[in-house]
């Protein structure tokens, strides 16, 4: 039986730390429609942030972890 493909796409987009936590990058929805978001809320979706357990679930099985 052949090897699960890593899905790329989706491997740019998050950092798997030392411990097994998936982190992504940045929040989503943070191109667009900036003028109405508050300086606070556009500073917050800069950093990165821990993926729920279920999400982390899928994204490993995608991933072929």
């Given amino acids: 039986m052949p090897k699960q493909k890593t899905n790329k796409s989706i491997f740019k987009r ?3 730390t030392s411990t097994g936590k998936i982190l992504r990058r940045h ?5 667009h429609l900036k003028r109405n978001k508050s300086k606070g809320a556009l500073n917050r979706q800069k950093k990165t942030s821990e993926y729920f357990k279920g999400e982390g679930k899928h994204l490993r099985k995608i991933i072929g972890l």
């Fill in 14 to 16: 998050i950092k798997i």
């Fill in 27 to 31: 929040q989503l929805g943070a191109g």
